[in-house]
């Protein structure tokens, strides 16, 4: 098996439709971060709106969304630190609510 | 159990349970026994309320403060324009009855609250959360941990939908994770739009509402592995689906190592929708649609702003000019600082959002939000516009 070198690592992030509005509706973008923290500060720099909106001003992740690697909550692995493979999916989780006008 | 009896039409109607061979008259007994409250007669409570009758749950709790308007019937398949205007629980509780007469039906025509929640859940054994807003879903979900009972849910936006079962009790006593395990807080208002701002397509909430009574019937019965601790997504605009795993958090301020919260609080504070919003909202001005009306007759020269989007005005509009919200700090020079301007939207919200943001900014003084929006003058000025 050829092994890609770490610098090619490209793993998808999964944008939720909430948030499209600030990825130009774009649903999934490509990043090459070694982990997730280096993918998402990628996606930010990418969409520098959505970033706002995806931590707090301490830097720390808002707590109405999650982030998943495949089907595991990266607070269940190594946090930001979580190391992205080749072909990872990246998700990014929202809480919705359904149709009242707030 | 077994002193759960059928008659001979309920062993008729339910014959296609009754041979599949993991639930047969077991699985039968089980939900007719079974009590289950279900939150919410809009998209989600369709469906879920007709297969759950239909299945043969014995008691079926419903709670809904509503009544049923033209733009539910795009998806609350529930409903026939014959029922516009009737509360949502009656015209429920009716067509319910003609599926099955053979269930209990019990109705709560008010909104569900801390002050009444304990009252109403504490007579069933599963909560079934199909309702639109964050304040009650953290209330439900609350409510549904303090009273052990499991809290099987469906959220929805768009073409979007989750599907999970929460704070389900297996039978080696472990109980799975809660909303405020996945969720610790609820986005700011605004930030994430309403299926009314936002639209839904009218099949996705009869999709997940589907699949949440499919829960319901195996939380009760005990049948196949149901969705604890997982968490089920449903992009319909792209068919995919994801199923993730949910971790219980140690800082869950309910049930983790440190609750913080033993009794019900104060949801709307809790979303940020409390008495503070209303405050700061006191420098927003506003007029209703009578005195608009009186001074568009009038002598004065007013400009109307219309904030909404380009398709919300397609769909019905009143002359006013058209900047969208995100787009009024680049079209800032065509807002007149002399004239009074009146600011619209649908309800008045993000007409609001605008004028906070024009004077705090940019120091405008003489602008005036429409209470109620375009939808109230529909209401009281012009019945001929359509209402969305």
Partial sequence: MIRHKKSNTMATIIIPTPLRKFTDNKAKIITSGNSVGESITQLGELHPDLSKHLFKQCGTLQSFLKIYLGDRDIKSLENEETPVKDEDVISIIPAIAGGKTL | ?388
């Avoid at chain 2, 398949?77 to 067509?95: S, Y």
């Avoid at chain 2, 054994?125 to 979900?141: E, S």
């Avoid at chain 2, 499919?214 to 196949?224: A, L, R, S, W």
């Fill in chain 2, 1 to 388: 159990m077994s002193d759960i009896k059928f008659s001979k039409e309920e062993l008729e109607r339910y014959s296609r349970h009754l041979i599949i061979p993991e639930f047969n008259i077991e699985g039968q007994r089980k939900l007719k026994a079974a009590r289950v409250l279900v939150i919410g007669t809009g998209g989600l409570g369709a469906p879920l309320l007709q297969y759950l009758s239909a299945a043969g749950v014995g008691t079926i709790g419903i709670v809904d403060f509503d009544v049923v308007e033209d733009s539910n019937l795009q998806r609350q398949v529930l409903f026939t324009q014959a029922d516009i205007g009737r509360p949502k629980v009656e015209a429920a509780k009716e067509r319910i009855e003609a599926q099955n007469p053979h269930i209990k039906i019990v109705t709560y025509n008010t909104t569900f609250t801390s002050e009444n929640a304990f009252e109403i859940a504490s007579n069933y054994d599963v909560i079934a959360d199909g309702t639109d807003n964050f304040p009650t879903r953290y209330l439900v979900n609350d409510v549904s941990v303090l009273l052990k009972v499991p809290n099987v849910y469906a959220s929805i936006f768009r073409f979007e939908g989750q599907v999970t079962v929460f704070n389900y009790g297996d039978a080696h006593g472990n109980t799975g994770p809660n909303y405020r395990d996945l969720f610790p807080e609820p986005p700011p208002p605004g930030l994430v739009p309403s299926c009314a701002e936002g639209g839904v397509i009218g099949v996705l909430p009869g999709i997940l509402g589907s699949l949440q009574a499919n829960e319901v019937i195996k939380v009760i019965t005990g049948v196949g592995d149901n969705l604890s601790g997982r968490l089920f997504l449903f992009d319909a605009l792209n068919f995919e689906t994801r199923t993730l795993k949910i971790e219980k958090d140690p800082d869950n301020p309910l049930n983790g190592k440190n609750p913080t919260i033993t009794e019900l609080i104060d949801y709307e504070q809790f979303c940020g929708l409390g008495i503070d919003k209303k405050e700061e909202r006191e420098d927003v001005k506003g007029i209703d649609v009578t005195t608009l009306k009186s001074w568009l007759e009038g002598a004065e020269d007013i400009q109307l702003i219309d904030v909404r989007e380009p398709y919300e005005y397609d769909i019905v509009n009143i002359n006013g000019q058209l900047i969208p919200q995100n787009d009024v700090l680049e079209h800032i020079d065509e807002i007149s600082s002399d004239y009074k301007v009146v600011v619209h939207c649908r309800s008045g919200k993000r007409s609001a959002d605008v004028i906070e943001l024009l004077q705090t900014k940019y120091g405008f003084t003489n602008l005036y939000n429409l209470e109620g929006g375009i939808l109230d003058w529909a209401d009281k000025i012009d019945t001929s516009l359509p209402k969305y």
